[in-house]
């Protein structure tokens, strides 16, 4: 019996020893993985990426900001764009970063290439690409994923990273900071209450009123966003008439007008 006991108690004696070993070996191991994950964080904040880039798991370019992130701080080399209530941030120009975002688009403007990220503009520079502002003239067929829209002389401009963008086509162009005043608010439609039946993006809806806008005032020779200049009268019948080519152009792409 005593040897039996003895034996009993060697086993047990033998499975706390292991116990204790095995938890001394994960308690080493996790606090190893914890330096490590210490020391990646400490080369993403000292490395020269840039926003836009993606490397450590976490981190976001320009155009992938959620809501929240609006009320955070800055981040070095960065700004905040606070112009016609854009309220977004963007890597500073000049930045200069090590590999393009993924996902990013070429654009040449003449023998120039540019590379286009989330409203962010770059241009290679030796083995780097820096932080620019793109020429004024560059036809791109996107807008950046975030962006203001804006109204001069009755037309929607559309903005994002101190870039004003205007429809041509079948794409967009970099154009001038308007000289003329800039309204955040779309002109009045004369009394005009368009419905998007088909479920039309904000984009979509502004593209097509103010497409349907110039032809309307190419068929009747009446603007209502210009200053008036013939009899009141002569105005009002118009003005009738370019409203039924707003409805009629409108309608047939897929708006309910009254």
Known sequence: MR?????????????????????????MTQAAQARE??????????????????????????GDRGPGDRD????????????HRHD???????????????????VFHGRDRFFFHGGVWYRPSGPR??????PVGLFLPI?????????VGGAPYYYANDVYYAHRGDGYVVVDPPQSDVSEAPPPADQLFIYPRLGQT????????????R????????????????PEAQRADKRADYQRAMSACLDGRGYTVK
């Open 129 to 134: 690409f820096i932080v620019v502002a793109p």
């Open 72 to 83: 955070r701080g800055p981040r070095p080399n960065e700004f905040r764009d606070s112009r």
């Open 3 to 27: 040897y039996i006991h003895g034996r009993y108690r060697c086993v047990s004696l033998g499975l706390l020893t292991a116990l204790v070993t095995g938890l001394l070996l994960f308690g």
């Open 88 to 106: 977004r941030y963007y890597p500073s120009r000049g930045h200069a970063i090590k590999a393009l975002p993924h996902g990013h688009r070429v």
């Open 37 to 62: 994950r210490a020391a990646a964080v400490e080369r993403g904040i000292h490395s020269d990426r840039g926003p836009g880039d993606r490397g450590i798991r976490g981190e976001r370019g320009p």
């Open 202 to 213: 904000e984009q979509q809806q502004a593209d097509d009123r103010y497409d349907c806008h």
């Open 143 to 151: 807008l950046p994923p975030y962006y203001t829209t804006v109204w």
């Open 215 to 230: 032809w309307a005032v190419g068929q009747t020779g009446f603007d209502p966003t210009q200053p008036p200049g013939a």
